[in-house]
């Protein structure tokens, strides 16, 4: 009986021993479990913050998209108008340089060639300066260099009118 009770006493503390070992290895095991579950809260929370990032890049995104657009169209714009700019300003120089033809250099009108004479009269067009007689530079219109309509001539009245016409 003694022997019996001995192994029995062997038994609960070998039992005890192994109680105290798994005691042990759930605590360990329980403050795994608290560090898990409070790693798995802030990785939701991270995760929320990145969505919410995520909607901002996308919209940010698309404003920087829809502005590259208009900068483009801008751009279209912009060198459309400095061709037409440019435009202007050529065919406007080509006249402001017209230089006042000389009337000793010029004997015949410079568009039908018929030659000058008492009778026959020089006029110079206001437009481009060269000499003309009268039928050949009948026509009047109001230049940008003055108030009231002068004496042009046919060639500079129909390249004005067309010019006027296309604006």
């Given at each position: ?57 996308k919209?940010?995104?698309?404003r920087c ?43 015949n ?27 050949c ?31």
């Amino acid at each position: 009986a003694n022997t019996k009770l001995i192994e029995q006493s062997k038994v609960t503390e070998n039992q005890t021993s192994q109680i105290e070992i798994l005691k042990a290895e759930l605590n360990k095991q329980t403050i795994q479990l608290n560090d898990l579950k409070i790693t798995s809260d802030e990785l939701a929370l991270h995760k929320s913050k990145v969505e919410e990032l995520d909607k901002q890049l996308k919209v940010s995104r698309k404003r920087c998209e829809e502005q590259e657009r208009s900068l483009c169209e801008m751009a279209v714009v912009v060198n459309s108008s400095k061709l037409e700019a440019e435009s202007l300003r050529e065919s406007h120089s080509a006249f402001n340089d017209a230089e006042w033809a000389n009337d000793s250099e010029n004997p015949n009108c410079f568009l039908c060639q018929c030659s000058f004479s008492v009778s026959r009269r020089r006029h110079h067009c206001r437009n481009c300066g060269l000499i003309f007689c009268h039928e050949c530079s009948s026509r009047k219109m109001t230049l940008p260099s003055s108030a009231k309509p002068v004496r042009i001539c046919d060639t500079c009245h129909a390249l004005l009118l067309h010019r006027y016409s296309a604006k």
